[in-house]
Nanobody, 119 residues
């Protein structure tokens, strides 16, 4: 069983930055096989993909965050990051980390971390 723990959320002013982290445990030595992604869900809205990184490092971003957010992973630390710059009020949401194994078609989710962008 894989556990994902997000951290780094908080309250930030518009234009500010935050760095989210998602630490995985329970993967043994095979964290690198998982595709990793960050999703977010704002009140009254559906959960949406923010950014993803495959096990070989291919990146994908939502149009709304391109040029502002950067996803990266450190397989040795079993951690995936989301650097968020130039934050806007519309980025306010609970941010979730997801791990997906293509081979076993299994996904895991973290509990989420709140990001609030407000002056």
């Amino acid at each position: 069983q894989v556990q994902l723990a997000e951290s780094g959320g908080g309250l930030v002013q518009p234009g500010g930055s935050l760095r989210l982290s998602c630490a995985a445990s329970g993967t043994g030595s095979i964290f690198s096989i998982y595709h990793m992604g960050w999703y977010r869900q704002a009140p009254g809205k559906q959960r949406e993909l923010v950014a993803s990184i495959t096990r070989v490092g291919n990146l994908n971003y939502a149009e709304s965050v391109k040029g502002r957010f950067t996803i990266s992973r450190d397989n040795a630390k079993k951690t995936v990051y989301l650097q968020m710059n130039s934050l806007k009020p519309e980025d306010t949401a609970v941010y979730y980390c997801r791990a997906y194994s293509v081979g076993s078609d299994v996904e895991y989710w973290g509990q989420g971390t709140q990001v609030t962008v407000s002056s």
